[in-house]
């Protein structure tokens, strides 16, 4: 049972420059989250899915987009990177109650 | 919007020392959860708490949900060096549309020296 996984684990991006990080969940959770983690910012939720087929903003979600392929996949996607996007970002999956996150990815913007 | 404040931002413990945690919500919430991060790691969960004044016990780990439900704290008895980490509390905004989202609160850097 995997739980959530996240790729790519790293990545160094040039200022400008899009990518994709992907997220599955195998636990049939309904809900799905991304969020980043900077030093003393604790936590911040980018987008968030409450099911297959809604995606909402968060907290932070400029520069962001998501995509909900189905009740499995959540992916983010940055069309322009900037160096403030420099970050660890962070899927989780949660039913009713207690998240389960990935192990996350460590984005670089240069 | 919800915030979620956390104190202390640091704490560096003598092992064997306790260690307390507060949380405080500018709104009342539904819930409040803890997450322990590893260095390196990601968060993983650790409770939940749902009624006003809650108390729950996981061996040297207190957790607290205040009578308001605005406020939770963790209490860790006698620390060991494998508490080191970052200690998250994380609340669910009652009366909000959002089914099960969480605002973090900035965390706890807890240190353990031996």
């Known amino acids: 049972n995997a739980g959530v996984t996240q790729t790519p684990k790293f990545q160094v991006l040039k200022t400008g420059q899009s990518m994709t990080l992907q997220c599955a969940q195998d636990m049939n959770h309904n809900s799905m989250y991304w969020y980043r983690q900077d030093p003393g910012m604790g936590l911040r939720l980018i987008y968030y899915s409450a099911s297959e087929g809604t995606t909402d903003k968060g907290e932070v979600p400029n520069g962001y987009n998501v995509s909900r392929l189905n009740k499995r996949e959540f992916s983010l996607r940055l069309e322009s990177a900037a160096p403030s996007q420099t970050s660890v970002y962070f899927c989780?999956?949660?039913?009713?109650?207690?998240?389960?996150f990935g192990s996350g990815t460590r984005l670089t913007v240069v | 919007g919800q915030q979620v404040m956390q104190i202390p931002q640091y704490q560096h413990v003598q092992e064997g020392e306790d260690f307390t945690t507060y949380c405080n919500s500018s709104?009342?919430?539904?819930?409040i959860q803890w997450y322990k991060q590893r260095p390196g790691g990601h968060p993983v969960f650790l409770i939940q708490?749902?009624?006003?004044?809650e108390v729950k016990k996981q061996k040297r780990l207190t957790f607290q949900f205040g009578e308001a439900k605005k406020n939770s704290s963790l209490h860790i008895t006698a620390t060991q060096t494998t508490d080191v980490g970052t200690y998250f509390c994380a609340g669910g905004n009652a009366g909000g549309t959002s089914y099960g989202k969480l605002t973090f609160g900035q965390g706890t850097i807890l240190t353990v020296h031996p």
């Open positions: 709104t009342t919430l539904s819930n």
């Open positions: 708490l749902v009624k006003s004044g």
């Open positions: 989780a999956s949660s039913e009713r109650w207690g998240y389960t």
